[in-house]
């Protein structure tokens, strides 16, 4: 019952006209990405996801996955391994990846739009991709060139996938905390033993081989994150010339039962001395890991945006369809015995917040990730630099309010819905329940918070924050005449001046109190993704009106932003009384008479 | 894993120092409701739910209802029944209900106290009794003697239990559209044929029968919401005189597969011609139907306090427990490998908005339900009017705001746990999918709305409004001098003198425009809720500084009255911005426009 179209259009005007990605591509150099060919990509792209796996996104939650505990070996929903087989016959695994590696060279912003559409088709599918191409990242910038023949070129194909493996037990958002351990082997090997758990796609029944990127510790390492290493251990031992060879002593020891994302495998990953080689520098494991981490982070950022879409257009044709009570206004279908949803204010309240937090951050999302397009392709180091401080700012915005704003949307499309849709056959509450990870993996929305004030803002004294307020400005000052767009400019320019203001406060207090850094950051974080997509928006619409599209492509982008503009972004006045109030509410009370 | 204590030392608070309750109880006469008398059912209660009821909640969810196609009979999930045996064996059924009819004539204020408890240890299992209270409600308020004799006693003895059967499948929210009809049989009775669906305990293996209160429509009856009629189906055919019969042609069709409150079953109602008796007049059903259901709103409002108060007690716990990276403010554990997760200001955020909430939350509900005793006992008529407007008003806002909590409080309380929330072996998802069914069922949070901002204050001219407001300038008047409380009187009277104003703002608009209503009303409903909560706050901040409590305790109302105040109570200021924002930004995309 619960339909996908992907938002071609759409993702079109955030991408080209309203970011300029093709005048980057060109830029940048890259020759092939040409319109046609992006285009004739993106249209195939939409027809694998709404034909191929959008149908299994319904299966895959009924299903799950199954784990047989004899042999440790998972299967996957009906139909997923056959559709991950298309995907690789169609070649989407190496969409992105350098074209001596073997893949097609084409941009990551391209890429994200298109993996905007794979999660929205069906999410726990989309893990398996996501987590190859963590690993590709990984081992792209930081493996060396035989690791790269032997496993990195099968993943880019899609003869192998890869993992993270970095949570235990005991360990998640504190990664000093870890004890898997990793021993020097005569042969120059490692001999891996720990258990990890958490570890999506850790075992499952797509390919024969898995390429495990793993956190562990040399027997001399420091204590805390200072002593930590990566390492590759494959599923399948395989030697430097690239010999597969008998099972590694690595093994899935149980899957977790999940509110969610049931056709995704979440497996506890048992390493028993397994075969592993080191990745780069010893004690340097957390460098390659954030390498993969961010890239990951972009991605679920894209799950939530892609939950967003699909909740938003499958509460929208509900809306239009389910007659239920008068327009308070007067009938607005005389004919019929009562109005469509969508006749009643509220019901438009929340539709319009999901499609202004979906259209809204799908700039946000690609524009972020034009940023390592330049960052990966840019032959002027200053440019590069920038586009690295630019991008770590927003990585936490995209990957924090995306994810956020994916439940709040999931939650409004539910209500939309009423009580239909809190029954399974209509695929809403599966959305829900699908959004809810997203703002816990790949760092909480507090490490993102953090993330954010902490290290992005504070420690590079804002320089990320100066370039985005910078890009604020430049399209204030240029659109200060135009009374068309009085109405954004103002308001946006207004919350630009208080972000900046009040980035200088919390710092303020934080050199005083490092615990004002915690108190005020996941508010800091929601307030910077307000006044983001506040620019956005206000953006969005001076490009609509400016372009050659049909009249209610620009009303609805007009109404949309207005919308926006009016109901949305006054929650940044919320947020800034409580970032200003100060860690001492949350500090006053003693941990000890918190049931008191 | 997942724990439940009942809050009994709060409740007391709440229940009588802060609201009077027992001052209450003696002014109206109810001599057997002492002090002693209730701690020891409140004692007494706190055991049933917590070692009997609690137990079955993971229990439930996981088994679910059991639906035999052939027979339509429904299996409740194991222990189920057996809990309720000893619920009525232990006289629980009875407690809130009139002595004469079999009851022990507790004032209701109190039976909500226990109600939460409940709700908190086995939500799914509460749904069966909430279910038999209204149609209590209904049956002592519009039942002739015989139906209250021969229905009636039978349900309030835990006998028999009963149903409220109100939405079809094309009307839920808009009652005008049902369907169903009574045909008038030559014995005064009626045959009732139809289909009803989401009925909660529409069948089930607890009791032999079951009270079926159906919304249908007399042959002649005027169309909409003004030929409804209110009618008694019994699952066996029972005669005037009490005789059980066969069984009706009534039955259960299917089971819904919800998101969760799996334990409570949800079914389609098939009615073909089923022996019904009318209650009350003819085509006044929905005024019966009100009482059922103002009943059963503030009914869903305790399960939302109650899931805020599971979901915290489990967050704190784990939070404690749980050692996960270091205070930014310097180590606080040193002789261990990492702090507990509450020193990190971002958790106590969480933390503490879910404590503010439950134990202010509880005030507003408890409150509102000693109106109930006021309405049904006071034997001054001005009183019991007073009585009624107030709780009108304060019933959506209960129902709503109380759900939509329980929804935030949930999720806070599951991101507590970062990645094992989201497993369901701590019990913290279950909370979340359970939760979300409050905010849809008895009226989404849209009606309850539309319910308190276009007809408890608008049609009444703020009549409802206007006693709260009295109430809390009573308060401010009273401590006006005294400085400890000035941090919570001041802004109170400022939110509270704004909340009169964004009324007639409203108002006004609302008399040009009548979908001004709709577009404000949601945000007025929370705008109302964190106004009504920030009043118990200071209110509970003064009794207990007043009190004989412990220093501890003392000190935690004053801090999380502290935190409420600077954190929460800010979201006001969105809210009244959005509100003043008018309803052009909703209504001025055309619905075709939607997905341009």
Redesign the interface.
Known sequence: MNRYTAPVRDMKFALYDVIGADKLYAKLGIEHAQRDLLDAVMEEAARFNETVLAPLNAVGDEHGCGFDKATGAVTTPPGYKEAYAQFVEGGWSALTAPEHLGGQDLPESFGAALKEMIDAACLSWGNYPLLSHGATEALKHHGEAWQQEVFLKPIISGQWTGTMCL?EP?????L??LKTKAEPQADGSYAVTGTK??ITGGEHDFTDNIVHLVLARLPDAPAGTKGISLFIVPKLRTARDGTVGERNAVRCGSI?????IHGSATCVMNFDGAQGYLIGQPNKGLNAMFTMMNTARLAVGLQGLALIDRSY?NA?AYS?DR???R????AKNRDK??D?L????????M??TC?SLAEGGRMLALHAATLVDVLERSKDEAERKDADTLLGFLTPIVKGMLTEWG?ECA?HA??CF??H?????WGM?QL??DA??T???EG???IQ??DLL?RKTMQLQGAGLQMFLKMIQEFCTEHAQDASLTEFVLPLAEVAKQWGELTMEVGKKAMA???E???A??DYLFYSGYVALAFWWAKAVAVAEAGDH?A??K??KR??A??YF??IL?????HA??MR????????????????
Chains 1, 2 share one sequence.
């Not at 005991?170 to 504190?174: K, L, N, R």
């Not at 977790?256 to 969610?260: A, S, V």
């Not at 327009?327 to 007067?330: A, E, K, R, T």
């Not at 849709?421 to 056959?425: A, P």
């Open positions: 949570t005991h360990c998640g958002s504190d000093g905390l758990i958490f977790e039962h999940k509110m969610g257009q929208l239009r007659l239920q009570g327009s308070l206004s007067g015995p009562a469509p969508i006749v009643h204010p509220d019901i438009r309240r539709l319009l499609k439940n939650y539910l209500q009423g009580g849709g809190y029954v399974r056959e509450e829900a329940r809810r990870i703002t816990i993996y909480t929305t507090g918070a953090l902490g109190n490092a615990d850094v915690g108190a950051s996941v049909p209610g492509f009303s609805a109404e949309t207005r919308f009016a109901r006054p929650r940044t006045q919320a009384a409580v109030s100060g860690a001492g509410n949350l500090l006053g009370l003693d941990a000890a008479l918190f049931d008191s």
